[in-house]
């Protein structure tokens, strides 16, 4: 369902602030992406499951380092899993050095091209296109997903061209503002949270 | 030196437009321009590879549960769980009704009580018109069997018919039945974990159309 930025924002506010609720409606918001994620990464259900938890229990002990002008809740958090995922990793190289973890870190459903990197920026777009208003989001989405021209795009919605114009402009420009928001290095409270369980028997 | 109007570096970025001569000079003069282009087609490509990323499965309850648990969060949904096994932690369902009942709440609808395991909004999908949507519930009549219902709206009578499926997100598709009205009430097979397929997709198809055919509405079910 597309939903609208004010209210987005309004929730990444009521997160930083603590708000008991807030932290459910980020988990059904955001949790799918960062299962995502991790699944780009790990295989075993129950390695991806501790890395979701590590994740959100990170997040929320962190909440006060999260500065809603600084990168939107979902980069912070994809932020906060890429080094969840590393934690896992390296607890289970100190433990297990070789065959099983290499077993255990083979992409699961990534071929090589599927960089961590590339999964971020793609499901921040997502995002992002989520938050857009719904003409901008409609008219990106048939040039993104029904590959079409502006011209069909416009025969499509009856929008006059110069209107689709403006909308692919203005969401492509909002698309990319999201992912130069995306931090380089992001600031969580790992030390006040459990790291995932770093080997099974 | 004039620079290309905004709403053609966006059609270039899109692949709309090939570049002419006078684009291709001044593209290589000025790097403001080139670097926004490329940032724009950046924009595109990722923009392209985001459909993979729209009807991603939901986060297992059962993970909710461990960090509602760890960070002292209310866990209000547990108290409405009536009767149902709890999901294993590591999230292996050995049923459909266990991997959808986790956060299950009782509707009463006329004298018969319908537990409510999971449901959907179903969001318009480009093909479809404006306006479009749907709904879906999953609910357990009682004797653990679950049924899918689905309410859509906005949508114009098919050409041919409107088909229900579950989709794993991923490569499969399962047809749960058909519709031609704006409703349907169809079973969900028992051996099926919802868990696995949790998106909804209703498709426009072809009277004796085997295959998947055309999205109108398509959303993920939640517990």
Known sequence: MPDDAAAADELARRFADGEPEALRAVFDRHGPAVQRLVRASLRDQADVDDVVQAT?????NGRHSYDPDKAGLLAWLLGITRRRIVDLLRARGRRQRDTDAAAATAPAEAPAAESPERVVDRLIVADGLRRLPDA???VLELAFYADLSHPQIAERTGLPLGTVKSHLRRGMRKLRS?????????????????????ARP | MTHPDPDHLVLLALD?????????AHLDSCTQCRDELEALRAVAGLGREAAAETALPPVSESVWDRIAAETGQPSPVAPRRRGFPRVARYGVVAAAAAAVA???TLVVTGQDEERVVAQAQLNRQPSAPDGASGRVRIVDSGSGSLRLKLELTGMPAPAGLYEIWLYDGKTTMIPLGVTVGTEADVAIPPNLTLQAFPVVDVSAQQLGQQEHGTSMVQGTLRG
């Open chain 1, 136 to 138: 901008q989001r409609e």
């Open chain 2, 102 to 104: 986790i956060a299950g």
């Open chain 2, 16 to 24: 709309e437009q090939r570049s002419g001569p006078g684009d291709t």
């Open chain 1, 178 to 198: 999201e992912l130069g928001g995306v931090p380089e290095e992001v600031t969580d409270d790992a030390s006040r949270s459990r790291s995932p369980r770093p």
């Open chain 1, 56 to 60: 959100f229990v990170s997040a929320w």
